[in-house]
């Protein structure tokens, strides 16, 4: 299975330490495998609000925590991993067919998506049994 839950993984990113502050920097193809064609965030998320609920047919993403913390919970249809994202050096790389949902978020917090290609929605699989079935099929 070319996407698979094992693809998916912490990258620490380069960190610039100074006594006026530090400095992390991202070159897609260089510390990410993907060119960046998108960025987004997302902020003000109320207390206990889920995000994510879906997975995409070629979309990466590279998800950072630039304030505060939640939590991702990957699955690819036979296992589930929770990851902890708190560090703004830190970025989940998550990789194509793999469904995700975000929760946990702390009071203040910022979730960056680094994505590798513009928003097209005919990209998603927004239903978990419909994912299921096309994760099935690639098999």
């Given at each position: 299975m070319p996407f698979s839950l094992q693809a998916c993984r912490i990258i620490e990113l380069p960190k610039i330490h100074e006594p006026r502050g530090n400095l992390t920097f991202v070159e897609g193809g260089n510390h990410i495998p993907f060119d960046i064609r998108r960025v987004y965030y997302l902020y003000d998320v109320p207390g206990g609000a889920e995000r994510g609920g879906h997975a995409h047919k070629a979309l990466h993403q590279l998800i950072v925590a630039m304030s505060g913390s939640f939590d991702v919970v990957l699955d690819d249809g036979d296992e589930k991993k929770r990851f902890h994202l708190n560090r703004s050096y830190y970025g989940l790389y998550v990789c194509p067919m793999i469904w995700r949902e975000l929760d946990n978020f702390s009071s203040g917090s910022v979730c960056l998506v680094?994505?590798?290609?513009?928003?097209?929605?005919?990209?998603?699989?927004?239903?978990?049994d419909e994912?299921?079935?096309?994760?099935?099929s690639i098999r």
């Open positions: 680094l994505a590798s290609n513009l928003y097209e929605e005919s990209d998603y699989y927004r239903e978990y994912y299921i079935s096309a994760r099935t």
